[in-house]
């Protein structure tokens, strides 16, 4: 059985996807240092795949952590999902956002470099597409100024791991490329679990559904969309790690020294609105929501092509956004 770490995997999308290698018998080993995340999750992993999950607790950038892993277990490939990811926050500190997303990489790719570990699945994120030109959006479309400190990491970080692989260092490397992660398992035991205020859509649907919060805003409905409210591709979280379990077992067929990127979404955009309206569809939750000022730095619409993931990783994605709101507020209720 394979072993995979996965750097910040007991957050939102590490802890499904350590669910997803589990169930295609591969075994996780997180690296987790719980900023953004909850102990609690290792257990409700636990009960999710009946199987003892291995954590160490620490930064992913602690190179002496990452060799002790390295020296209790035989690395096959590594996930690396841990950096900071609050749009807004990298605006105001940027420095914490690039020290961190940028040094964390580098020992990333040291480690495995040294430790002659060869695949690497790489976190990365639409918004290295700034608001584009033409959409969908393809692998190929170009990347622009980002919006944000936290999105130019991503760029940057791509781009170190071209040169590192251009440099030969026997390594295969997927860049996913996420679009909008949404829903929650559907046991409702795993799901995303913001501390403090959310920096996604869903979180705040649902904790105002659950008279958590007041209201929602939704910030702008003047734009040139269907219903003027901004778009976005929602892809639900299990989708997305089973994307994942896919990029592994195709970087363990390609030659040493390789690199591409996948673009992972639904292939179509739905509105904010078109949200707010599913889930309350689904849910016969009505929400309390008011229309907003636009927000300073929002992409319009953005929505992936999907058609490189499809046909070279035979990925599609299995859930409906009715499913993802379903899940998100069963995961909300169980809390």
Same mark, same amino acid.
């Given at each position: ?19 997803? =290698? ?52 035989? =690395? ?9 990811? #609050? ?60 919006? /944000? ?17 251009? /440099? ?78 896919? #990029? =592994? ?70 859930? /409906?956004?009715?499913? /993802? ?9 169980? =809390?």
């Amino acid at each position: 059985m394979k072993k995979i770490l996965i750097t910040g995997g007991a957050g939102y999308i590490g802890s499904h996807t350590a669910v997803e =290698l589990i169930n295609s018998d591969f075994e996780p080993i997180i690296i987790d240092d719980f900023s953004n995340s909850q102990e609690s999750v290792l257990d409700r992993l636990e009960e999710i795949t009946s199987r003892k999950i291995t954590c160490y607790q620490g930064d992913c950038a602690d190179r002496s952590l990452l060799d002790q892993v390295a020296k209790d277990h035989q =690395l096959s490939g590594v996930i690396h999902f841990a950096a900071f990811k #609050a749009v807004g926050e990298s605006t105001e500190l940027p420095l914490k956002y690039y020290r961190n997303n940028l040094v964390s990489l580098i020992e990333i790719m040291e480690f495995m470099r040294d430790h002659k570990i060869q695949d690497l699945v790489f976190s990365s994120s639409c918004t290295v597409y700034g608001q584009p030109d033409i959409l969908p959006v393809t692998e190929a479309t170009p990347r622009k100024d980002a919006e /944000s400190p936290y999105g130019n990491s991503k760029k940057v970080c791509e781009d170190m791991l071209v040169d590192f692989v251009k /440099s030969k260092p026997g390594i295969r490397v997927i860049s996913l490329r996420y679009f909008n992660p949404v829903g929650a398992h559907p046991s409702g035991k795993i799901g995303e679990l913001p501390q403090g205020k959310p920096n996604n859509l869903v979180p705040f649907v649902t904790q105002t559904a659950a008279g958590i919060r007041e209201k929602l805003t939704v910030f702008g409905d003047d734009y040139d969309t269907p219903d003027g409210s901004c778009v976005r591709d929602f892809i639900h979280v299990m989708d997305l790690a089973d994307a994942h379990v896919k #990029a =592994l077992a195709y970087l363990d067929e390609k030659q040493n020294n390789f690199y591409d990127v996948f673009n992972v979404g639904t292939g179509k955009g739905d509105t904010v609105l078109q949200v707010i309206k599913t889930f309350e569809e689904v849910t016969n939750v009505k929400l309390n929501y008011e229309i907003g000022p636009r927000r300073p730095g929002d992409v319009v619409k953005i929505w992936a092509d999907t058609k490189k993931i499809n046909e070279v990783l035979g990925w599609y994605p299995k859930y /409906s956004l009715a499913d /993802s709101m379903r899940d998100s507020w069963n995961w909300q209720k169980g =809390l």
